[in-house]
């Protein structure tokens, strides 16, 4: 069920299951587009709801059959594990609170993970969850969609390959207005969840698009952050959480970075932005306009770069499915995150030593950053944005 | 296998076959993805080449059985039309020269067809296929895909609430440059038949990309082109078809168009653009920038529109899928175009009358109107762009 | 009295006189700022309206003495050639009906002139002060004003190295939304001359802004016109002139054009926008954007070259004034020509010859195409928009 | 000598003088044309350089007699107020480290100042120019040539007028690339007293275009700053001051700001951008496209307002000299700045009460706040960016 470029790698067809992603649910369903976008894999088993009734319409829906729709993950773990069909891999799509456990329940239960960010609220569970899957030999992917762009993966090797020299400085940003008046008070459910520190943890705006901003960063630049002074803002009246989040930045190679993000900046819809300055260039990419690249050299002119047009480096180039022109987006994005960690669970089935670098997913390591990324945020704000070693 | 916002026009699976589409077709991968996006289809029949071992190929490798993989299009429409399980419809993807003999043979053995423009050479048989589909009491769909993005069809709401007043002028291009130097000599094969009149038919620029700023503006404006005059430019040595071509356009209710097509023109990808100006406002869209619409009022600012961010006209707006910021693309205005067409067989199958307005997708009219621009341009640039009755 | 950059070529300071740029014109304010800008001549005679009063007035205030404060621009023309220090040239910049015989009138009396464009309404009068201003061995600059921008200086250039290969095609557009309405009506003068064929000639939209697209076509490209097909559009209730023009060109090379112009294309303040594509790359320029130039070269990126940044040919690089991204405008462009000018009547006391192509100011053959231009672009739109031999 | 829309206010021509502006000086010109732009002074003094041979060779060049050319600025000081016809005020456009002495000279001797920013290196010593302003009732204007934007004087209305609600967040930022190498080592002029700690005092960066964001952001939103912290990077071998400066901000009122200022961020010219969040909409302007304000409202769509075709409130508006779509530019600019204070001066001559708030000129207020910001900044990043008091 290969279709287009992608068929040179097919190894057959995966089977994979879903916790979360429910009716209501917004990512349950593009993680599902995601997935069999490049017909690698095909969802058979989920969980998709603490409430049983959502799981089974859901489940019906999507055309599973009731034996493989549970009533809370560990059942599905279990059961999943003990099957001869098992899932090569879940895909956890919950609120935050929750990945953390289900994780570990397929960890333990020896099923392969995708888990959307963060993947846990403290350090200590995401390093736990290392451990887990080291010792059974699984892979874990952290589904931090916006590495999945050509465009970011062309910036990434644009650097690793000196094209701009040595970082000196990382501007990023991630504006957004939906959160700039309380709607989560008139029953929104996206706002509810997010701004409520039960089911999100300890920060809300830094934790679900500012960790964007660390892990695009770190993906492109390979940086390495040393200390960092955040001051997380709770706009919105009666809010508990962050809206608002302004971090400076020392990397241990010397370079200066600022990462902004806000749920309360009106007239931005969703406009991550990460600009990358060099000794000889710079590089610039916006998500809103995500098939292109804006690249500048020393003592030349600035550049546009276009998806499918100007020539790529492979690891961003290969990914790029459609002409120069037609826009790809965030769905096709996150199905280049599903496509490259189908390749590495063909490769492990096949036997093969699994190379997450190789294989271009983000990883544990990726999720880790990000779980610490978030924690010493909080730890700076609150003791008055102080800086705070890494 | 239903997702998201689509699941309450859920009415069954429907079943489809392709003609065309096989081993280096560009085209038959983005209708195979576009058909499977929202989950109202699944493909079990093909003929993807006039090469036998290039159907079975990609038929296996899409997991069709080869009870269903056939020699040519006659065989298939006979054959599938015996079958009790036979296709819902079938989607012609083939280059120019085959559409029409291949919807014919479809459309005769009583199987409902969805066909790439232009979907005939001649004007005659265009409307034989009219014909034909009415006495049989089957859907055609011509695949512009161009009409599936959301903020054309707000546009298209604008004009018709009467939003931007009377239309005074229509500004249209599309400029490509893939084809500034002559790659079909070094075996690009997108190229190769695109530049051949025996494939291609009687135009290559204006047939291909001019004939989609026809339709996107008469989908949006509503106008109706009274006569036009056109320069049709063979650029590139050694060729036979128009590779540019400047057209002005008297429409009947007194308005100036102009469009614009080149595949010669230098520092553009696909950058199809429309505007359209009225006695009280004025609305821009760029393909490129498919999420945004730039609309001005008399008196008022430039705005901005973002899909998923302002409030739309339900026909764009419900087929909005991902929230504000998160790029679709080509592939969702595809899928959007599938996805309005299946609603219209559901229906027929349930036995309602079919109104093409309704549903909204692409008819046999727009595409009977597209071959008629083509035929139109190709007379007037012969005769020295000199002006001529549509 | 000369300053930065300027100061190599100064030889001394100009005087000049105006007629027209009384109370209420916008342009005439235009041409003082910009010719006092760089120092290099200085404003000392004047016959500003019809009305003598307005003249005392104007002039009054603009410090000058009421001995050169004249009732009519033949009483200027005769008087000031009678002084031993007569002005070096005359700056007409009245409505278009006055430009001939003011120009005239000064032409004969041995005084250089600055005219605005359209220089005459009718072509044998443009050719007639030809003859005047050769036979007299007198300058004549046409205050094409866009030619002036630094960036449209380096385009000329690019197109003259052969930079972008040869011409196939050109795109030229200038739509404006200030006559959107009739405010005429409502007594803004600007609208009420423009709109009156008695003040403004055959036509308004073509002629007034139109013409500026035939010359900066003309002026980078170096292309002739073989002939043309106009459809000029009267919009706007109760008008009697075009207010939209829509015409397609054929070049003497082979190359098709198109321009439009509109003062009815709401959302659009004066956005003179032109592209040329060759076969070895292609340059755009925006008025709006004046200080940057997008330039593509075959299978390579899009470039954005800025002013001030980015090496340009000398006879725009060397008219750059200010460091990059701080923006001219405008009032610099305009400056530009009268320092250009300037430099020719330096030269020109010196006893030199002048060339026109050196000193780079837009010369009476330019204003003669214009005056060409409007006239056949007339023509053929009263002839139903046909094909007209230029 | 008045023109156009300034006619209303001219109350008659004042006389000024320059120190510094030389032969290689760049800002000189730009004073000096801004301050003829709109007619109301005439510059008849100065002591253009160190090198009274410069002084000279500029003064004969700009037309001035030998008599007001001065070998120092004492001299100057002195003898311009024992004339007669004493200069209305002196315009001090030297390097950083002549401001304060420069400007003490003038002020203890009767003659009302402009200075470029920073107008002193130490604190203390801006504060002594301020009393000396009061002791004496003269002028003083900062040359912050930036909110002489008619777009950032409608940004600044906006917010007093409570437009955009209660302000949240801050971000400006001012990239440039022209000291991305380390140029002064090859002589360019410019960049070598800008990185000189002698001449430039104890900021490059910060101190030259990081204190333009702290101004324009106070002009516009008139928020106080608490604390900040502030990282100043010295990048570029063997260099003794900052090129890159990260400043985190927290305002009084409670809201978050971060500026950045670099020299070398490759791929930006002169890129000003300032963005104002508050709780009802936001504002964003760009100072490369100066002619535009991006404005938000909580549930409405982006808008671009156009100088000249959008309604502006009086205080920007009134300062729009051409129609929309011409583009005005830094020349613009900076003549606002020159012609407010002109209009104080004419004010303070008819012995009226003159409140900087009404003339809307950059005060000594504005001068001490930078001098601070610019303090400030290097006390914390001396500390390791520590937070420090404002």
Same mark, same amino acid.
């Given at each position: 069920?290969?279709?287009?470029?992608?068929?040179?790698?097919?190894?057959?067809?995966?089977?994979?299951?879903?916790?979360?992603?429910?009716?209501?649910?917004?990512?349950?369903?593009?993680?599902?587009?995601?997935?069999?976008?490049?017909?690698?894999?095909?969802?058979?088993?989920?969980?998709?709801?603490?409430?049983?009734? %959502?799981?089974?319409?859901?489940?019906?829906?999507?055309?599973?059959?009731?034996?493989?729709?549970?009533?809370?993950?560990?059942?599905?773990?279990?059961?999943?594990?003990?099957?001869?069909?098992?899932?090569?891999?879940?895909?956890?799509? /919950?609120?935050?609170?929750?990945?953390?456990?289900?994780?570990?329940?397929?960890?333990?239960?020896?099923?392969?993970?995708?888990?959307?960010?963060?993947?846990?609220?403290?350090?200590?569970?995401?390093?736990?969850?290392?451990?887990?899957?080291?010792? %059974?030999?699984?892979?874990?992917?952290?589904?931090?969609?916006? /590495?999945?762009?050509?465009?970011?993966?062309?910036?990434?090797?644009?650097?690793?390959?000196?094209?701009?020299?040595?970082?000196?400085?990382?501007?990023?940003?991630?504006?957004?207005?939906?959160?700039?008046?309380?709607?989560?008070?008139?029953?929104?459910?996206?706002?509810?969840?997010?701004?409520?520190?039960?089911?999100?943890?300890?920060?809300?705006?830094?934790?679900?698009?500012?960790?964007?901003?660390? %892990?695009?960063?770190?993906? $492109?630049?390979?940086?390495?952050?040393?200390?960092?002074?955040?001051?997380?803002?709770?706009?919105?009246?009666?809010?508990?959480?962050?809206?608002?989040?302004?971090?400076?930045?020392?990397?241990?190679?010397?370079?200066?970075?600022?990462?902004?993000?806000?749920?309360?900046?009106?007239?931005?819809?969703?406009?991550?932005?990460?600009?990358?300055?060099?000794?000889?260039?710079?590089?610039?990419?916006?998500?809103?306009?995500?098939?292109?690249?804006?690249?500048?050299?020393?003592?030349?002119?600035?550049? /546009?770069?276009?998806?499918?047009?100007?020539?790529?480096?492979?690891?961003?180039?290969?990914?790029?499915?459609?002409?120069?022109?037609?826009?790809?987006?965030?769905?096709?994005? #996150?199905?280049?995150?599903?496509?490259? #960690?189908?390749?590495?669970?063909?490769?492990?089935?096949?036997?093969?030593?699994?190379? %997450?670098?190789?294989?271009?997913?983000?990883?544990?390591?990726?999720? $880790?950053?990000?779980?610490?990324?978030?924690?010493?945020?909080?730890?700076?704000?609150?003791?008055?944005?102080?800086?705070?070693?890494?």
């Amino acid at each position: 069920m290969i279709e287009g470029k992608e068929s040179k790698s097919f190894k057959g067809t995966l089977k994979y299951g879903m916790v979360g992603g429910g009716r209501d649910s917004f990512i349950g369903d593009v993680h599902r587009k995601a997935a069999k976008f490049d017909g690698k894999m095909e969802l058979v088993a989920g969980c998709f709801s603490r409430s049983y009734e %959502n799981t089974l319409e859901t489940g019906v829906g999507l055309g599973l059959t009731k034996d493989r729709l549970y009533q809370d993950y560990t059942e599905m773990a279990v059961k999943e594990s003990q099957r001869e069909d098992c899932i090569d891999f879940v895909s956890i799509v /919950t609120p935050n609170y929750a990945h953390y456990p289900a994780a570990k329940a397929f960890l333990e239960n020896g099923i392969s993970v995708v888990c959307e960010k963060p993947i846990t609220i403290e350090l200590d569970e995401a390093e736990e969850l290392a451990k887990l899957a080291k010792k %059974n030999e699984l892979l874990f992917c952290v589904s931090y969609s916006y /590495t999945g762009y050509p465009m970011v993966k062309h910036a990434r090797e644009m650097v690793k390959n000196g094209d701009i020299g040595e970082i000196r400085m990382v501007m990023g940003e991630y504006p957004q207005d939906w959160l700039a008046i309380p709607i989560e008070k008139e029953g929104q459910k996206q706002a509810a969840w997010r701004t409520d520190p039960k089911i999100s943890g300890k920060s809300n705006c830094n934790g679900d698009i500012g960790s964007h901003i660390e %892990n695009v960063v770190s993906y $492109i630049s390979g940086l390495a952050i040393e200390s960092l002074a955040a001051k997380l803002d709770i706009l919105g009246e009666g809010r508990e959480l962050d809206t608002n989040a302004s971090i400076m930045i020392k990397y241990t190679n010397g370079a200066t970075g600022h990462y902004w993000s806000s749920q309360v900046a009106i007239g931005y819809d969703n406009a991550l932005k990460i600009r990358i300055f060099g000794t000889k260039g710079s590089i610039e990419w916006e998500q809103e306009s995500c098939n292109y690249l804006k690249v500048t050299y020393l003592d030349g002119p600035v550049q /546009t770069l276009s998806r499918g047009r100007d020539e790529l480096y492979p690891l961003g180039g290969d990914l790029s499915r459609i002409p120069a022109g037609h826009p790809e987006g965030y769905n096709e994005a #996150f199905a280049n995150i599903y496509s490259n #960690f189908a390749n590495a669970l063909f490769a492990m089935k096949e036997g093969k030593e699994v190379d %997450n670098e190789k294989f271009d997913y983000p990883s544990l390591a990726d999720g $880790i950053s990000g779980v610490k990324f978030i924690g010493k945020s909080v730890e700076s704000s609150e003791s008055g944005a102080s800086w705070v070693t890494f």
